[in-house]
């Protein structure tokens, strides 16, 4: 029987007067499950009137609240649990969710360490300030909490996942990798656990996997930027410059650009030989960012490669009064007073670009 009709059976025979707790309770559950909070609210609260106030009814009643973001009173029903049942992990997990929402991360913590001490071993609690840990800088406490996690439950993908997110930001690429391919494995198929796969690949310069990994992202309904960037990115770096400009067009045509986007694609158009095409759009990103560094640069070498010498050195020149220690320019400035046969003034820029001079 589908949910719709479960709530509709349900709804009848409370109507027709034949009310019990377990009727409301179940009928609050799946008014949770379509994403209606405050009906749940209702049904769990008529569980609880008609009954002695079970764990389980003052748990969902209070899950209901936060669902609806009535996080004090979310808190209330947390207090009237742990009066009941002082040993409650779900109560303590719970009210430490509530306290965060509310902006007492402090007494939040406290609530799950008060939860660990009664079940060292809970996951969803390990799961909680594991988050927080990781939210609040603290990454090696964070990592050691989903390590237990995942010890205690080695099925549970996102556990995996998070844990995976914690090695990247630890610089663990490795680490993080087979972490997010272990949650990959235990089901989790979202469009972001497969994107962090392929930046993982990337980083490790295993382009031809994470371009799969990118497509099946995209294929999963990732029609993030982010996503659709990156695949386009390693394109480049397997030289399939043709598919690379397909993703960059497609990014075009849902997004207004930016100016890290457009160089990106000026890159790939230069990469693929369309010089002309590239120098229009790094003019396009250097309208958003006039004093950005890198456009500057790679303007420079753009029209360097279009024997636009004078435009260049002017490019480059202005990228030196920014950084002049800028070693990468001092070289391509070499590189022309060379090709002009400047060669004194070719060794200087060599000299400078080398740390000579």
Same mark, same amino acid.
Not at 195 to 220: P, S
């Given at each position: 029987?589908?949910?719709?009709?479960?709530?509709?059976?349900?709804?009848?025979?409370?109507?027709?007067?034949?009310?019990?707790?377990?009727?409301?309770?179940?009928?609050?559950?799946?008014?949770?499950?379509?994403?209606?909070?405050?009906?749940?609210?209702?049904?769990?609260?008529?569980?609880?009137?008609?009954?002695?106030?079970?764990?389980?009814?003052?748990?969902?009643?209070?899950?209901?609240?936060?669902?609806?973001?009535?996080?004090?009173?979310?808190?209330?029903?947390?207090?009237?649990?742990?009066?009941?049942?002082?040993?409650?992990?779900?109560?303590? %997990?719970?009210?430490?969710?509530?306290?965060?929402?509310?902006?007492?991360?402090?007494?939040?913590?406290?609530?799950?360490?008060?939860?660990?001490?009664?079940?060292?071993?809970?996951?969803?609690?390990? %799961?909680?300030?594991?988050?927080?840990?990781?939210?609040?800088?603290?990454?090696?406490?964070?990592?050691?909490?989903?390590?237990?996690?995942?010890?205690?439950?080695?099925?549970?993908?996102?556990?995996?996942?998070?844990?995976?997110?914690?090695?990247?930001?630890?610089?663990? +690429?490795?680490?993080?990798?087979?972490?997010?391919?272990?949650?990959?494995?235990?089901?989790?198929?979202?469009?972001?656990?497969?994107?962090?796969?392929? +930046?993982?690949?990337?980083?490790?310069?295993?382009?031809?996997?994470?371009?799969?990994?990118?497509?099946?992202?995209?294929?999963?309904?990732?029609?993030?930027?982010?996503?659709?960037?990156?695949?386009?990115?390693?394109?480049?770096?397997?030289?399939?410059?043709?598919?690379?400009?397909?993703?960059?067009?497609?990014?075009?045509?849902?997004?207004?650009?930016?100016?890290?986007?457009?160089? %990106?694609?000026?890159?790939?158009?230069?990469?693929?030989?369309? /010089?002309?095409?590239?120098?229009?759009?790094?003019?396009?990103?250097?309208?958003?960012?006039?004093?950005?560094?890198?456009?500057?640069?790679?303007?420079?070498?753009?029209?360097?490669?279009?024997?636009?010498?004078?435009?260049?050195?002017?490019?480059?020149?202005?990228?030196?009064?920014?950084?002049?220690? %800028?070693?990468?320019?001092?070289?391509?400035?070499?590189?022309?007073?060379?090709?002009?046969?400047?060669?004194? /003034?070719?060794?200087?820029?060599?000299?400078?670009?080398?740390?000579?001079?």
């Amino acid at each position: 029987m589908t949910p719709a009709a479960q709530i509709e059976r349900l709804e009848h025979a409370l109507k027709s007067g034949k009310g019990n707790p377990r009727r409301y309770f179940r009928l609050g559950q799946l008014y949770l499950e379509q994403g209606r909070p405050k009906l749940a609210a209702e049904c769990f609260e008529w569980a609880i009137a008609m009954s002695v106030p079970e764990e389980d009814y003052l748990y969902w009643l209070a899950t209901a609240y936060q669902a609806a973001e009535h996080f004090e009173k979310g808190l209330e029903v947390t207090k009237v649990t742990l009066e009941c049942y002082p040993n409650s992990v779900k109560g303590f %997990n719970l009210q430490g969710e509530c306290f965060l929402k509310l902006g007492q991360p402090d007494k939040a913590v406290q609530c799950w360490q008060r939860a660990l001490a009664i079940n060292p071993h809970d996951v969803t609690v390990l %799961n909680n300030l594991g988050l927080y840990r990781q939210a609040e800088g603290n990454l090696e406490e964070a990592q050691r909490l989903f390590a237990l996690a995942t010890q205690i439950a080695p099925h549970d993908g996102v556990l995996w996942n998070n844990q995976g997110l914690v090695l990247s930001k630890l610089g663990n +690429v490795e680490g993080a990798l087979q972490s997010f391919l272990t949650a990959y494995r235990c089901g989790l198929k979202e469009p972001q656990l497969l994107n962090n796969i392929g +930046v993982c690949l990337t980083h490790l310069k295993r382009f031809d996997e994470a371009a799969e990994y990118y497509r099946l992202a995209v294929e999963q309904g990732g029609c993030d930027e982010e996503i659709i960037e990156n695949l386009a990115g390693v394109l480049v770096k397997m030289g399939d410059y043709p598919a690379a400009l397909k993703y960059y067009e497609q990014l075009f045509e849902q997004h207004e650009p930016d100016a890290t986007l457009l160089n %990106n694609y000026a890159l790939c158009l230069e990469e693929a030989g369309r /010089l002309e095409e590239a120098l229009a759009n790094y003019d396009r990103a250097l309208e958003l960012d006039p004093g950005n560094e890198a456009l500057l640069q790679n303007k420079g070498v753009c029209l360097a490669k279009l024997e636009k010498y004078s435009e260049a050195l002017e490019y480059f020149d202005r990228v030196i009064r920014k950084n002049p220690q %800028n070693r990468s320019v001092w070289s391509h400035k070499g590189n022309i007073y060379a090709v002009q046969g400047e060669h004194q /003034l070719a060794v200087e820029c060599y000299n400078r670009a080398w740390g000579l001079q």
